[in-house]
């Protein structure tokens, strides 16, 4: 069994940083691929940024490249979203997922690929 657990939103204002964490239990460290999605109000949930296993490989959203950093902890479990120079445009709350499936940059965007979810955390963003 698996459980996700996101941690770290908060209101912060635009060109602020925050940091949200996700904690796994279970087997989750062995999982080949995590990724970070989000969703605002009204909108369909988007990727944000996807990580291999080994953290070696990654790929970003063109809106959040340059701004976002994903990172994970396998001894600890637990992945992280380094948000800085932050927008308005990027309030949403922030979902942490986790999959056994291979890292396939073709596929790594789309949420099917992922079987585990985390209850999301609120990043919001005032101007």
């Known amino acids: 069994q698996v459980e996700l657990v996101e941690s770290g939103g908060g209101l912060v204002q635009a060109g602020g940083s925050l940091r949200p964490s996700c904690a796994a239990s279970?087997?989750?460290?062995?999982?080949?691929?995590k990724a970070w999605f989000r969703q605002a109000p009204g909108k369909e949930r988007e990727f944000v940024a996807a990580?291999?296993?080994?953290?070696?490989?990654?790929h970003y959203a063109p809106s959040v490249k340059d701004r976002f950093t994903i990172s994970r902890d396998n001894a600890k479990s637990s992945m992280y979203l380094q948000m800085h120079m932050l927008k308005p445009e990027d309030t949403a709350i922030y979902y942490c997922a986790s999959s056994p499936l291979p890292y396939t940059p073709e596929l790594v965007r789309s949420p099917a690929q992922y079987s585990y979810w985390g209850q999301g955390t609120q990043v919001t963003v005032s101007s």
């Open positions: 990580i291999s296993r080994s953290g070696g490989t990654t």
């Open positions: 279970g087997r989750a460290s062995e999982h080949n691929k």
